[in-house]
Every structure is written in structure tokens, then in C-alpha cells.
């Protein structure tokens, strides 16, 4: 689904550009050769991980396999879906986009290293995709992708679910 006639967009049609708390997932899609895909924002040019907004009656699992069907095509499987962290730091998780909107995500972070089918952009939130090494990300890279991509790599190094 795309931003038109999404829970959001209702939303600001009732609120405007207001502060609005969204819950969400982010998802880090990594090869065998360990490469991440990232994905060109369609609305600031930044690069980032596959990543949306809840839907009513969604989860977090559903966001997770929704965001990456819709912004680069493939297929996960909800059993493939490894929570690494939660992203919620107000200072870095609140976002002001382009036409004034402001939201404060809460998002859980997902690893997957299996899906079905070829990536490939949707052309309107990720206009351009690539694979990179995890300590070498395409720039500039967006802040929520920055952040974390630190808690996937104390995620690595732990073991640990990462809260921070």
C-alpha cells in the first residue's frame, strides 16, 4: 500500500503535520557474502533500510513483510523474521519530512537472510537499490538506518536483543 489511503495519511487529513507516534519495523536483508540491501528514499534521496508504518490490525512481523514487498519485491517468510532491536530514541527516531510532517517511530528491527525473488525498487519510496558491505553503506545514509545499523552490530557481536 502506498502512502495515499494508508492509517497515516487518514491520520493527516485529521491532524495536519502534527507530531503523530507511529509504530513500525525496519528490516535488514542480508546475503550469504554478508552484503546489506539498501534503498534510495524516494522523498530525501537518503539511503536506508526497508522500513514503514503499522497498519490497523498489522504487527510487527506483518509491517516487517509488507514494507519489503512493496519497496523492493521480495517474498519473507514470517519464520525468517530475527528481531535484533528496538528503535525508539525520540532524538533519533523522529523524523520531519520534506512537506512538514513529523512522526516519532517505534520500530522493531528484523534480520532476514532468506527470501524468494529479485529484489527490485518500487520506484516511488525506493527509487534505487544496492547491496553493500554492513561497515560500508552507500551515503548519505539516513539517520534511522545509521542507528541501526549499531544495534544490528551489537546485535552480531552479543547475541543480545539491543534496546537504545
Not at 493527516?12 to 552484503?35: C, K, N, Y
Not at 528481531?83 to 520534506?98: D, I, K, M, V
Amino acid at each position: 500500500m502506498g502512502y495515499v489511503d494508508s492509517y497515516l495519511w487518514r491520520l493527516r487529513q485529521v491532524v495536519g503535520s502534527e507530531l503523530v507516534l507511529i509504530p513500525g519495523a525496519m528490516t535488514v536483508l542480508r546475503r550469504d557474502d554478508g552484503q546489506v540491501l539498501f534503498t534510495k528514499r524516494g522523498d530525501d534521496g537518503s539511503w536506508c533500510l526497508p522500513a514503514g508504518a503499522a497498519e490497523p490490525g498489522g504487527s510487527f512481523a506483518r509491517t516487517a513483510i509488507a514494507e519489503v514487498r512493496e519497496e523492493v519485491g521480495l517474498d519473507v517468510a514470517e519464520e525468517d523474521l530475527v528481531p535484533f532491536g528496538c528503535l525508539s530514541e525520540a532524538e533519533l527516531h523522529t523524523l520531519h519530512y520534506p512537506n512538514g510532517d513529523v512522526t516519532h517511530c517505534f520500530a522493531l528491527g528484523f534480520i532476514v537472510e532468506r527470501w524468494r525473488g529479485e529484489p527490485r525498487p518500487d520506484g516511488e519510496e525506493a527509487t534505487e537499490i544496492r547491496f553493500a558491505p554492513l561497515d560500508q553503506p552507500p551515503e548519505p545514509l539516513h539517520p534511522a538506518a545509521v542507528h541501526a545499523l549499531d544495534l544490528l552490530r551489537a546485535h552480531l557481536a552479543s547475541g543480545r536483543f539491543q534496546i537504545r
